[in-house]
């Protein structure tokens, strides 16, 4: 194992790695799932996940390994993880609304709080994140706060995805205006709007991209 | 006539001296003991974005039936030009203190707050928080 971290090392090290592992964060029901089965299936033909308009969906991380993407005749492995909504509550109560019965709704709720934990484990492992906001919310959460902040110290590079801009009261500028630092890509992962600008932010902004 | 109920509301306002000087996990520790307690506390500092992620994960242990969580706001002082140069440069010098001291005797480092304000509730009793980049509002309901 620890032979194993210091060859990674090296490898990162002499950038003779030829994959990354990107990340997609963000809270509950921004589309980070659509977002990662419109990648992964732009470049494999195959979802990664399934998803839905309940809140914590997504409970465990859901991995993509190798996914050859291309922008202007650059190429870039990586390996896709899609992570469980970050939250800093997890109330069982809200998942009867949806008509999930109460046993049910509590392991779902016991398996969102371990797969909020998951997501912040993995923080250490990724080398990009593509940091997914719904364009037609308020950005500034504490959840986004604390995640832009987080990668900041980590040294991460991190990509704003303004999802869901083709719903109606989209406002993608508010959340440029919340985090001017940050490149932003505006898209409907859903349609597949944008997509191609986002390939090519990965492509520019991945810190171990050739 | 039924006579409403009267509903309390349980606010601690902690000074930054109160956590500096604790280690990550023990500033951790009192938040959350204090907010699972049912109190709203207001502290005249901020968290490191590590701590804040540290408070996010250790809030998700946490959580059961009784309790599904918290809501939590900051406030960071802006700084702008040379002093934001020097806080970053302090922040790098610190992290690599940090590390260098937790390599050598195995315990993390006790910090201090940054300069801010945080607001930190129980999710059953915060309802809402509205955040703009230098002022929010909270509406609770006990």
């Given at each position: 194992m620890v032979f194993g971290r210091f060859v990674n090392w090296v490898r990162n090290f002499f950038r003779l790695r030829q994959d990354i592992s990107l990340g997609i964060y963000g809270c509950?029901?921004?589309g980070k799932t659509t977002l990662a089965n419109r990648i992964s299936m732009d470049w494999t033909?195959?979802?990664?996940g399934k998803t839905s308009r309940?809140?914590?969906?997504?409970r465990f991380v859901q991995k993509k390994e190798k996914v050859l993407i291309e922008s202007d005749g650059k190429k870039l492995n990586i390996n896709l993880l899609d992570m469980p909504g970050l939250a800093t509550k997890v109330d069982y109560r809200k998942f009867l609304k949806y008509g999930i019965k109460k046993k049910a709704a509590k392991i779902r709720a016991k398996e969102a709080t371990k797969g909020v934990v998951e997501a912040i484990k993995w923080l250490n492992n990724v080398?990009?994140?593509?940091?997914?906001?719904?364009?037609?919310?308020?950005?500034?959460?504490q959840v986004n706060i604390t995640l832009l902040g987080n990668l900041e110290a980590k040294g991460i590079p991190v990509i704003l995805v303004a999802n869901?801009?083709?719903?109606?009261?989209?406002?993608p500028q508010d959340i440029k205006e919340a985090f001017p630092q940050y490149p932003l890509v505006e898209v409907s992962a859903l349609k597949g709007t944008n997509i191609n600008n986002l390939y090519e932010a990965i492509i520019k902004h991945s810190r171990k991209a050739k | 006539m039924k006579k409403k109920s009267k509903t309390r509301l349980k606010m601690d306002f902690v000074s930054s001296v109160a956590l500096d000087g604790k280690t990550g996990e023990k500033k951790i520790n009192f938040i959350l003991n204090k907010v699972k307690d049912g109190s709203i506390l207001v502290v005249d500092g901020v968290l490191t974005p590590n701590e804040e992620m540290n408070l996010i994960r250790e809030t998700m242990r946490r959580v059961d039936d009784g309790f599904p969580g918290i809501e939590v706001c900051s406030l960071k002082k802006q700084l702008k030009g040379w002093k934001q140069f020097f806080d970053t440069l302090s922040n790098g010098t610190e992290k690599v203190s940090n590390s260098l001291w937790m390599g050598l005797t195995g315990k993390p480092k006790k910090t201090k707050l940054k300069t801010g304000i945080t607001l930190i509730g129980p999710a059953k009793i915060i309802k809402n928080i509205r955040k703009n980049p230098d002022s929010f509002s909270v509406l609770a309901e006990a």
């Open positions: 509950t029901n921004v033909g195959e979802e990664i309940i809140p914590h969906e997504t080398d990009t994140v593509l940091a997914v906001m719904d364009a037609t919310k308020d950005p500034l959460t869901k801009i083709d719903l109606k009261g989209s406002k | -």
